[in-house]
């Protein structure tokens, strides 16, 4: 879908903060509500509004655990992929998952309460998988940066 720049402010306004008021969103954008109402409806319809929702504190939420882990496979037909891909979509602890080039086949961000909890994660359910050969844990000490919002232009300011 091509953004205009009003789509690509609207956005932005929405990624901020996603319970602003229909009659606030359109006096920002400088259309009317309707317009604004239409803007909204077309880029949810589009799929490029795919939702909402809350950012929560994970540390002050009991999830304090944070780690990437690189996982290796062993196994790479059909059947094994699509087995990893569905358990780590399932899996509430994987918050994401990049499959990449390079040493590792798949990346993933897993919070957790605490090491306890992260050594279960490993033993009962990604060592488990018949397709992962191997997993290498980063321990994130610190987060510098942790930003949600994409970085929205309209498609001719690019």
């Known amino acids: ?23 606030e ?24 509004i795919q939702g909402y929702g809350a950012r929560v504190n994970a540390g002050r939420a009991g999830l304090g655990f944070q780690v990437i882990v ?3 496979l062993a196994r790479h037909d059909q059947d094994h992929m699509r087995q990893f891909i569905q358990a780590m979509q399932n899996w ?10 390079g040493r590792a086949d798949y990346h993933l961000r897993v919070l957790v309460t ?17 397709a992962v050969q191997s997993a290498q844990t980063n321990i994130v000490l610190r987060v510098s940066k942790q930003h949600a919002a994409l970085p929205i232009a309209a498609n001719d300011d690019r």
């Open 70 to 72: 690189h996982v290796q």
């Open 92 to 101: 509430d602890e994987v918050l994401e998952c990049y499959g990449t080039s």
């Open 25 to 48: 969103l359109a006096e920002r954008l400088g259309v009317s509500p309707s317009a604004c109402y239409r803007r909204v409806k077309s880029l949810e319809e589009a799929g490029v």
């Open 114 to 130: 605490d090491i306890e909890a992260y050594n279960h994660f490993l033993e009962d359910k990604l060592f488990t998988m018949p």
């Open 1 to 23: 879908m091509k953004l205009d720049a009003k789509d690509a402010l609207l956005l932005r306004l929405l990624q901020d903060d996603c319970r602003l008021p229909n009659a």
